[in-house]
């Protein structure tokens, strides 16, 4: 079933991402070198979409178009759709990229859950599933968890290989070996490769990333902005990171750890302790975990959370959700604090990137509206008139499947990038390419 909040990208949008990567990768094929790979780009991308459009925008004789164009659909890589309309002449029929013609996976492991997907290869999730997860419990009971999920999905749409798979981390990636590096809320998990554990299950390729970063991705290739801006996305949730988009691509840094700002330095306070063992972080005093112990000590004052601790012995972040929509006033202190400690930090990098739009996301969403405005009061506040004065800040709108869709449209765009494209296409499928596939990704970096 596909899951609510889920949709397509329209055809003229499927695809144009992975076409930009190629123009500039110093790998990309030329047309006389790969045709076939660019043929089936150039439908994918929507660029052209008939027979005499591909030998107009190739150059290649209409002849050497005809058998690309055959064999692309003999390989169930491209599919007739119809005819185009007239122009006084034979119609000429249309094509289209075959989304169906395989299946990628996508996977996102957060600090206290994990949403595991699977999806066709525009990255449309076609169902999704979801646990609630503490990455504390270490790798192997984390991905012996995930390899279920995965293969329950597998079995219900009768998946027999994944084309490829997207996975996104709650730690820092390094971006050449795809390991998680000193992950500050992962003990145990350092050093781990995700890929290389996946690839011995699956023998797929496998695009590695932080979970911020994708969901960052999730919400510009299919959230409700403007993919024409810069986007800087804040994830507000047990934990607390950013993402940065611009033109299109991440803002990974030299070795993968741009964005952890949950532990930039907010407070010389001794008593904000954080997770990773150092004082004074944007999380020990606005991430979600934080406020779960602040509000469980004052959970007498507050009916909704005595209630919580009398059914269940703790308070989750849904009953702080819930006490805040109700305008508790002891909770909706506690969530107001938080959310103008993180917008002086999100001022502070409106400054610096100066993105088009600001998106927050993650399980602070729960605490309502009211926690989004105070953000944005304090953004246009404290940062600079010319980067604040045509920013867009609003809530992230994929209801948070964004990570989910994120990891799947980075397995769909770097399995079909045209220099990856290139090395399997006169084979119909990847198998067998994974290693040399998941060495260079094209897609958003």
């Known amino acids: 079933m596909v899951p609510t909040g889920v949709r397509a990208l329209p055809d003229d949008r499927v695809g144009a991402r992975a076409s930009d990567a190629g ?13 076939l790979a660019a043929i089936v780009d150039l439908v994918r991308s929507g660029r052209a979409r008939t027979r005499p459009q591909l030998a107009e925008v190739t150059g290649l004789s209409r002849k050497i178009v005809t058998q690309r164009v ?35 996976f996508a996977v996102v492991v957060g600090a206290s859950e994990m949403r595991v997907g699977v999806a066709d290869l525009a990255g449309t999730l076609l169902d999704v599933t979801h646990e609630e997860w503490s990455v504390e419990t270490g790798p192997d009971s984390t991905m012996a968890r995930v390899k279920a999920h995965l293969d329950a999905l597998a079995a219900g749409h009768v998946v027999d290989r994944p084309w490829g798979i997207g996975i996104g981390l709650p730690g820092p990636v390094e971006i050449g070996s795809a390991r998680l590096i000193d992950p500050a ?39 409700d902005g403007d993919r024409s801006h810069d986007m800087l996305f804040i994830k507000a949730g047990t934990g607390i990171g950013s993402a940065f988009i611009s033109r299109g691509r991440v803002l990974h840094g030299q070795r993968g ?11 010389d306070d001794a008593d904000a302790v954080c997770r990773c ?30 209630r919580a601790i009398a059914e269940r012995g703790r308070v989750e972040l849904g009953d702080i959700g819930a006490a805040a929509r109700a305008e508790d006033p002891i909770v909706r202190d506690l969530v107001l604090r938080r959310a103008t400690a993180l917008g002086a930090v999100a001022a502070n990098l409106v400054t610096f990137t100066n993105p088009g739009e600001l998106v927050i ?13 105070r953000i944005a009061t304090v953004v246009r506040a404290r940062s600079t008139r010319m980067a604040s004065e045509e920013l867009t800040i609003r809530a992230a709108s994929l209801d948070q499947l964004e990570g989910v869709m994120g990891a799947a449209y980075l397995a769909a765009e770097s399995l079909l990038a045209p220099s990856a494209l290139a090395r399997w296409v006169d084979e119909g499928s990847p198998f067998g390419h994974a290693a040399a596939l998941q060495r260079h990704r094209a897609a958003f970096v």
Do not use: K
């Not at 123009?23 to 045709?35: N, R, Y």
């Not at 750890?257 to 407070?267: E, F, L, N, P």
């Not at 602040?294 to 009916?303: D, G, I, L, V, W």
């Open 185 to 223: 809320i992962m003990p145990g998990w350092d050093g781990f490769s995700a890929r290389a554990w996946l690839r011995e299950h699956y023998d797929a390729p496998v695009w590695v990333d932080n979970d911020v970063n994708l969901m960052a991705v999730g919400e510009w290739a299919f959230g």
């Open 361 to 373: 996301g993650g399980g602070v969403l729960r605490a309502g509206a009211e926690l989004i405005e």
């Open 257 to 267: 750890a741009a964005g952890d700002i949950g532990h930039i330095h907010v407070t």
């Open 70 to 104: 055959e064999q692309a659909c003999e390989g169930g890589l491209l599919r007739e759709a119809g005819f185009a309309p007239s122009e006084g002449g034979r119609q000429a029929r249309l094509l289209e990229f075959n989304r169906d013609a395989g299946r990628v």
């Open 23 to 35: 123009a500039t990768d110093p790998i990309a094929p030329s047309l006389e070198a790969a045709p």
């Open 277 to 306: 063992g150092q004082t004074g972080c944007l999380e020990a005093v606005a991430g979600g975990w934080s406020l779960l112990v602040e509000a469980t000590a004052r959970a007498e004052a507050s009916p909704i959370l005595a």
